[in-house]
């Protein structure tokens, strides 16, 4: 499911701002509001991504989120050929908004 930046400028009650790590410099974000996660897009559509952690949390300023985490998931156990880790192998740590941008 998806919510627009300037729906989710609106909304109040967002518990969790989690920007996805998915590769060495690209980002993309999402929201949890109550028990959904929602991918963040522009008015057009289109994911939210940026390059850099500043470009994204600039994107996302006027997301009033309670929390913010970024999250990593990472298959490289599996490419080893180690035993299945079951639910995965998922990173998340808090981050704040510095306002570095």
């Known amino acids: 499911m998806k919510k627009t930046l300037s729906t989710l400028a609106k909304v109040r009650d967002i518990d969790v701002l989690v920007i996805h790590s998915l590769d060495l410099c690209l980002y993309q974000a999402s929201v949890v509001i109550g028990d959904k996660e929602f991918m963040v897009t522009d008015d057009i559509g289109n994911l939210v991504r940026a390059h850099s952690l500043l470009e994204i949390q600039k ?13 990593q998931e990472s298959a490289y156990d ?18 704040s908004d510095n306002k570095l941008y």
């Open 78 to 95: 599996e490419m080893v050929g180690g035993p299945s880790k079951g639910k995965g192998n998922r990173l998340e740590v808090q981050i």
């Open 59 to 71: 994107q996302c300023q006027n997301i009033n989120a309670n929390t913010q985490i970024m999250r």
